[in-house]
């Protein structure tokens, strides 16, 4: 199952795991298949990225499967322009892709948010 994972990390830790797999791959270790990770420097960030128009959009996209801009605007009752720029900013996290006819749709299995009021990030961005 490849799933979606978005959470909250700072530099510090972030870097840490970016070591730890640095030093795996100089060893020449086996690496597993990895999930995807989108992580945020604050809860403040994340939540001006994943907005509830845009988090309503992965569900319905979940939940419909693949759709194009203008049929997922006509299910949510929003905007075209608006859906649209919603859509583009979700391609640029990763968090939606595009078929080959154009229609989005979200390629995880799962989706994932972890949002600690005990990790250690700065609350505001």
């Not at 845009?54 to 939940?63: D, G, H, P, V, Y």
């Not at 229609?103 to 949002?115: K, M, S």
Request: with cysteine.
């Amino acid at each position: 199952m490849n799933k979606a994972i978005i959470g909250i990390s700072d530099w510090t830790a972030t870097r840490k795991g970016l070591l730890g797999l640095g030093e795996k791959l100089d060893l020449r270790e086996h690496l597993p298949d990895a999930d995807y990770h989108l992580n945020f420097a604050s809860p403040t960030q994340m939540f001006s990225e994943l907005t509830p128009k845009r988090m309503e959009l992965l569900c319905r996209l979940k939940q419909e499967g693949n759709l194009s801009v203008y049929r997922l605007a006509k299910l949510t009752g929003r905007n075209y322009s608006n859906v649209h720029s919603d859509i583009i900013r979700l391609l640029e996290l990763e968090l939606v892709s595009k078929d080959e006819k154009g229609r989005v749709f979200v390629p995880w299995d799962d989706v994932e948010i972890h949002a600690s009021l005990s990790t250690p990030a700065k609350l505001a961005a």
